[in-house]
């Protein structure tokens, strides 16, 4: 059973930066795409980035370009995402999430929330 589990949460005010983990395990973390995901209360679950099995490519979602940025360290098995400039808005659970591909994740973490007050 393939585990990710999140770390870093918290609370932050508006223009800090936070940085969250997650550490695989039972899993050939290294053929996997990692991509990071929020959901806010009462809002739809939203993409955020992913980063290739190499580390060598990211993508990210247009509200968080410029200030997150996901990086992974194979050796360790764990994917890192480093969030700047924090807006309320940024306010979510925030999930991590394992896939063959960056179209289709099948693993995910159990969240950790991520709080932002102006």
């Known amino acids: 059973q393939v585990q990710l589990v999140e770390s870093g949460g918290g609370s932050a005010q508006a223009g800090d930066s936070l940085r969250l983990s997650c550490a695989a395990s039972r899993v050939a973390f290294v053929t996997y795409v990692m991509a990071w995901f929020r959901q806010a209360p009462g809002k739809d679950r939203e993409f955020v980035g992913y980063?290739?099995?190499?580390?060598?490519?990211?993508y990210y979602a247009d509200s968080v370009k410029g200030r997150f940025t996901i990086s992974r360290d194979n050796v360790k098995n764990t994917a890192s995402l480093q969030m700047s400039s924090l807006k309320p808005e940024d306010t979510a659970i925030y999930y991590c999430a394992a896939g063959l591909s960056s179209r289709a994740y099948s693993y995910w973490g159990q969240g950790t929330q991520v709080t932002v007050s102006s």
């Open positions: 980063i290739s099995p190499s580390g060598a490519s990211t």
